[in-house]
C-alpha cells in the first residue's frame, strides 16, 4: 500500500507545480489555492509512504518522478524548448533513482 501512497504523493505533487506555474507567482487565487491544497495533500501521502519505504528510496523516487513528469508538461501543456542535455539530464536523474533503489535492496 505504501507503494500506492507514494504514487498517489506524485499525481499531487506534479498537480501542485503545474498549478504554482499557472497561478503566475501566486498573482492568480484558484492555481494558488490548488498549489496549497495539492501540495499538503501531496507531504501527507507522501508521509504515509515513508512508513515502510526508506526515505532515501521514497525521496529520490519522488523527485526523480516528478522532475521527469513536469518536464514533459512543460513541454507539451507550456511549449518550454527540450533539447539533448535537456533529455539526458533527466535521465541521469532517473539512473540515479534506480541506483539508490537497488542500492537499498543489496543488504
Known amino acids: ?7 498517489i504523493a506524485i499525481a499531487f505533487e506534479t498537480l501542485g ?4 506555474k499557472l497561478s503566475e ?3 492568480k487565487v ?3 489555492l490548488g498549489t496549497l491544497i495539492t501540495y499538503v495533500l501531496c507531504f501527507i501521502f507522501l508521509s ?8 532515501s ?7 526523480a518522478a516528478g522532475t521527469t513528469i513536469i518536464a ?11 533539447n ?15 541506483g539508490l533503489n537497488l542500492s537499498s535492496t543489496s543488504h
Open 25 to 27: 507567482g501566486f498573482t
Open 17 to 20: 507545480t503545474t498549478c504554482m
Open 1 to 7: 500500500m505504501e507503494w500506492i501512497y507514494l504514487i
Open 48 to 55: 504515509m509512504s515513508l512508513k515502510k519505504i526508506s526515505v
Open 30 to 32: 484558484l492555481p494558488a
Open 72 to 82: 514533459i508538461i512543460g513541454v507539451i501543456v507550456f511549449k518550454e524548448s527540450i
Open 84 to 98: 539533448i542535455l535537456k533529455v539526458i539530464s533527466i535521465l541521469f536523474i532517473i539512473l540515479g533513482v534506480i
Open 57 to 63: 528510496v521514497a525521496y529520490a523516487i519522488w523527485g
